[in-house]
């Protein structure tokens, strides 16, 4: 189920509204999928989890005002390491036991399985408060097929009174068993962060001159791609959320010009769609990857 996104908490046609209804009516999902550029459904997840663990009245949550918003509100984010050394392998979102965040380990290219079982062994523990226990797994699309498998096993037969809400800035690595399981709030590109826009407006201008670039030009633009893997995964998968939503403005625009023949950008789709998922392997390389979505992207756009 898609759920259309606005970017302020209650008015309709805002990202986060969806959510909000949620919260006043009582209606609560098991799980979530919150996908889109920017830090807007980052902030939307921690924002819904802290008022699903508010113990306050429908409608006000978070109310700020109970136990449960005072301990989740706010303090310094412990940071993890999904290989469990030199940090935990998930942290509570401030200091409320009955809420979780998981996300990718400084440096790391991927939300690790292991990752993936602390936090099945953390819910099947009892809840300690009154309201429902909650947990984010963000950098959703950075989950390797493995840890989907076992996340799967979660999202299959959630622990009672629990809501998985996972975070993506595109829903396309996530396998499809996974996402059908979800409710899904996707927020749009005008929702992306003012912090991220600048760069995302550099890429769009590079993606708007593919029609009259070579394929040297091509190899040249991936080559930038190349260095340390954590670093340039993140930069190919920013290259993949920004070449996505420009491949769709194109289709939109093709559509409403009369255009009928859409072959090469749903071909172009589906590879973008390929390249997330084999970034989101351990062995992939984001050079190799950026390359192939390029060579793609070119392909759609119109010469």
């Known amino acids: 189920m898609e759920i259309p996104e606005p970017p302020a908490a209650g008015a309709p046609g805002e990202p986060r509204a969806p959510l909000a209804r949620c919260l006043e009516t009582d209606r609560i999902h098991s799980a979530y999928l919150l996908s889109g550029p920017g830090e807007a459904p980052r902030e939307a997840a921690l924002w819904f989890v802290r008022g699903l663990g ?68 953390a819910l099947r523990l009892r809840a300690s408060g009154e309201g429902r226990r909650a947990a984010v797994i963000a950098d959703a699309e950075w ?33 499809a068993t996974v996402r059908s399981r979800c409710q899904r709030v996707r927020f749009p590109a005008e929702a992306a962060s003012d912090e991220e826009a600048p760069e995302v407006a550099e890429l ?49 625009a093709a559509v409403a010009e009369g255009a009928r023949d859409l072959d090469r950008e749903l071909d172009a789709f589906a590879t973008l769609g390929e390249c997330r998922r084999s970034l989101a392997q351990r062995n992939a390389n984001p050079q190799m990857v950026a390359e192939r979505a390029l060579f793609a992207l070119r392909e759609a756009a119109p010469r």
């Open 54 to 121: 508010c113990s306050g009245e429908a409608g006000a949550r978070p109310c700020e005002e109970c136990r449960s918003c005072r301990l989740s509100a706010g303090r310094e984010e412990i940071p993890l390491d999904g290989a469990g050394k030199s940090g935990p392998l998930l942290r509570h979102v401030g200091d409320q036991p009955d809420l979780y965040w998981v996300e990718r380990g400084a440096g790391d290219t991927r939300v690790r399985i292991g990752q993936v079982r602390a936090l099945q062994a």
């Open 143 to 175: 989950l390797n097929v493995e840890a989907q498998n076992a996340l799967l096993r979660l999202l299959e037969e959630p622990p009672p009174e629990t809501t998985l809400v996972l975070v993506a800035s595109s829903s396309a690595g996530l396998l």
């Open 204 to 252: 769009r201008e590079r993606l708007d001159e593919l029609p009259t670039s070579d394929l040297p030009d091509l190899i040249d633009w991936a080559e930038e791609f190349r260095g340390p893997r954590a670093p340039a995964a993140e930069a190919v998968g920013r290259l993949l959320v920004t070449a996505g939503d420009w491949l769709r403005r194109r289709v939109h």
